[in-house]
């Protein structure tokens, strides 16, 4: 079960860039959910697959000599499903019933924020993943989530609240 969890039902085995793949993974079960008129099961994933990623990755790591294997993916569902949180709890609390096309950078952008992030490694995301852990390869990817959701919000009070009216 911890294999299946760590490597988030074998997500983790696609290639090239596993992470990449999980994320998109994510988005896609975000924006499905909201689609659905579920939006507020994107925090319950979050929070599903952020106490399954604790559970789950040191028990895998135990059993491997790298302490950070490219097939455990679940630390980038859960940090991209919380950067998706930031896009999906305002657009649910606004009406916003078309994430898919209407809405489409507040998926995009959150993705490639998260992205960067994860592979940049600034800041406290650079320190967690020095930690070489299983908690460290758990929280990179949940500050990197964190900055992601907290640049999006930024960005899209930049365009809706400046560029927009200095547009129209």
Excluded at 120 to 143: E, I, N, Q, T
């Amino acid at each position: 079960m911890s294999a299946a969890l760590a490597t988030f039902f074998g997500a983790g085995h696609l290639r090239p860039a596993s992470g990449t793949w999980a994320s998109l993974i994510a988005v896609a079960l975000a924006v499905a959910a909201h689609q659905a008129g579920l939006a507020l099961l994107v925090p319950l994933a979050f929070v599903l697959a952020t106490l399954a990623g604790f559970w789950a990755v040191p028990r895998y790591l135990s059993t491997r000599a790298d302490s950070d294997p490219s097939e455990v993916v679940i630390d980038e569902v859960a940090g991209q499903l919380l950067a998706m949180c930031f896009t999906v709890i305002p657009l649910w609390r606004h009406g916003v019933a078309d994430l898919a096309l209407a809405a489409w950078p507040g998926w995009v952008v959150p993705f490639l924020l998260f992205r960067l992030f994860d592979i940049w490694k600034p800041w406290l995301v650079g320190r967690a993943d020095r930690r070489h852990d299983a908690a460290g390869v758990m929280l990179d990817d949940l500050w990197a989530g964190l900055f992601a959701g907290l640049c999006s919000t930024a960005l899209a009070g930049l365009y809706h609240g400046l560029i927009q009216p200095w547009l129209s």
